[in-house]
């Protein structure tokens, strides 16, 4: 699989982790079931897609990104979903973040450009 293909399927996997973020908060603590059930299955993907995009993608920078998707898109989806607010300091520290996993897109993409 290509590197830009492995990126694809990270980002792919960032989705699946919103998904299962914002199920497991819906499941009430795995309290509902149909919640649950999506919950499982969001899991499975998104593990599934983290360990092929990490066959072409360094652990560390992969892993960091996921989780910052993750995070990220479960903060901005969670007060549409849920009774969560999204204040502006939160919005600051969720800049951050975004800028921090753009940066580590970026330090791949130079990294991999000297070695090749």
């Known amino acids: 699989m290509s590197r830009a ?14 998904g299962y973020a914002l199920s497991v908060g819906g499941s009430r603590g795995f309290r509902v079931f149909s919640w649950s059930v999506v919950a499982v299955v969001f899991f499975l993907l998104t593990l599934l ?41 939160k919005g600051l520290w969720l800049a951050v973040i975004i800028s921090g996993v753009v940066w580590l897109k970026l330090s791949d993409r130079s990294e ?5």
């Open 5 to 18: 293909r492995g990126w694809l399927v990270l980002l792919l996997a960032g989705g699946f982790e919103v």
């Open 49 to 89: 897609a983290l360990s092929v995009a990490l066959r072409t993608i360094d652990l560390g920078i992969g892993y960091a990104v996921w989780a910052g998707i993750g995070a990220v898109g479960a903060a901005l989806l969670g007060p549409v979903f849920f009774s969560e607010s999204l204040t502006p300091i």
């Open 112 to 116: 991999g450009a000297r070695s090749e």
